[in-house]
């Protein structure tokens, strides 16, 4: 051997980076009672390995050995206490073993790592993927041994004991992929035994898209579950494939299978989420579609395959109709335009009949997508006869219950040729809004509008079956039905004149106007729009976006009947310069824009709360 050649063979020894020392560290006591997903983490990485070898090929006939079997092989010595899995994929070079195992290169790995340092439990291991490193669980010693598919590419090892480096040297490998020896710890030993190993590949692994084989027996799933009958899939294997694919423990809300072969040839299946956000270190709110063709995965991500109201939905999309050249980046036109559109159709189908069907699982579904939807009908204009069907509101006609559009409008009063909404910060304010005070007097329902996304969606909601949506601030509101209550006594007019004056003093410009309501019962004002004001809807957007936003000037509308307002009018007669009278004023002025929503910052009024306050004990004393 000459020197060169002896240089080349001398093991190298490389130190971990930081963040990997720490993960170590941590993985040694965290994983103790969760460490069999080492082996779902292993055959990971070479299901990844064996699909970028398989897209590789169709591009580049470079590569070696293009017509090797692609499939994961796992054995074991129990004697000798070892594992060994081995794969046919696409292999790495010494410098790519050195990039790839010695360094952290995912963000979301340091976001685990902090939440690890901080974790009290050791089972939130088995609830996000922590890479290769969790095999030092189970392992005191890993070697890595693999070839690059690359022509004339040299096999490189890799090998650790978990301690603060590793080595790298050249190998010997005939042909090209990874193989992977774990020497298992005093305590590990149980995971060398076959049965084990099919146990946790059954439970981790069992849909992975190629063959595991254990010995000469294969341990996962023969045919793809997309590809499979409905009928011949269980509950349990849906929900385990679900927990593979996106890593989220909690079942589904609802899946979707389809399986057509006209007018394309399509098998999918498609999850709604549980929750908006999921994922116990991610948190995230957006799913994946991952776009296969004859079960050679084509995208990680398709996104296009869904409009963007439908982001949330996870799955799996199969077509022999997409050409397997596609771009993984890009999503080419033709096929792809006409699954979207199947998928579209049979999610709002699936949806509409969740809705008619299943009326407490749907509104578990809307309040955790619905602004998903009400964000399509902003943006997406040719989405809205599809969507509004879905849509659900809270409203004056039942405390808990939500109600469509289409049942509101079974609900019209006589007379009633509109759809009124009034808009909140949140649920309770809605509810309080001094806006409903006629509507609660004539019997007539109110949609609860409280979501972030609903003044952006009334942007483009103005209609409804023939009806008009209208906003219960408008001033000008003429109402159907009548009003049985008895008014109770209002301010004389000379009274009322006075108290209009002072609160114009002490509001100033804030307010355009000061004037008697003809509708408020129950509420001492209410703030509405000039005639000439620009779009409410895009007022609260504006605040909402924090955009320039102004409190914009209102008219304040005072019920000349309300106690408060009587003993008001009578302070300012009695005393005219009591410094609790502007004080009163500014609440009444900030209470009335919390019920807006136009409040920009409701902790200004604490001040004035805590003078009415020690102003009332005073009194008292």
Known sequence: MTTAEHAANTPATVPFKAEVKQLLNILSAALYTDREIFLRELISNSSDALRRVQFALLTDNTLSEPEAELEIRLSSDDSAHTITLSDSGIGMTQDEMVTTLGTIAQSGARAALEQLEKAQRSDIIGQFGVGFYSVFAVADKVTVVSRSAQPDAQAAQWESTGDDAFTVASAEREHRGTTVTLHLKDDAHEFAQTW?????????SDFVAFPIMVGDEQANQKMALWRRAPRDVTDEQYNDFYR????????????LHISTDVPLDLHAVLFIPATRERGLMERRTEGKIKLYSRNILIQEDAPDLLPKHFRFIEGVVDSEDVPLNVSRETIQRGPQQKIAKLLNGRLVRELNDMAEEEPDSYATFFREFGPFLKEGIALDPQTKDDL?????????????AVVSLAQYKERLIEGQNEIYYVLGNDLPSARRSPHLDPFYERKIEVLLFHDVMDSFMLNNLHDFDGLKLRNADD???TLPGSDT????TPLAADEFERLAVRFKDVLGERITEVRQSKVLKGSPARLVSPADAPNRNMERVQRLMDRDYSVPAKIIELNASHPLLHSLASMLVAHPDDALLPVIIEQIYANALVLEGLH?????MVPHIQQLMEAAVKRQG
Request: hydrophobic share 35%.
């Open 196 to 204: 084990r190993l099919k146990q946790i590949i059954k439970k981790h």
């Open 475 to 477: 001033p000008d509101i």
């Open 388 to 400: 509004v069907k879905l849509l659900r509101f809270n409203s004056t006609a039942d405390e808990t």
């Open 485 to 488: 209550t008895e008014d109770a």
């Open 244 to 255: 593979q694919l996106t890593f989220d423990f909690q079942p589904p809300l609802k899946r």
């Open 600 to 604: 920009p910052n409701p902790a200004d």
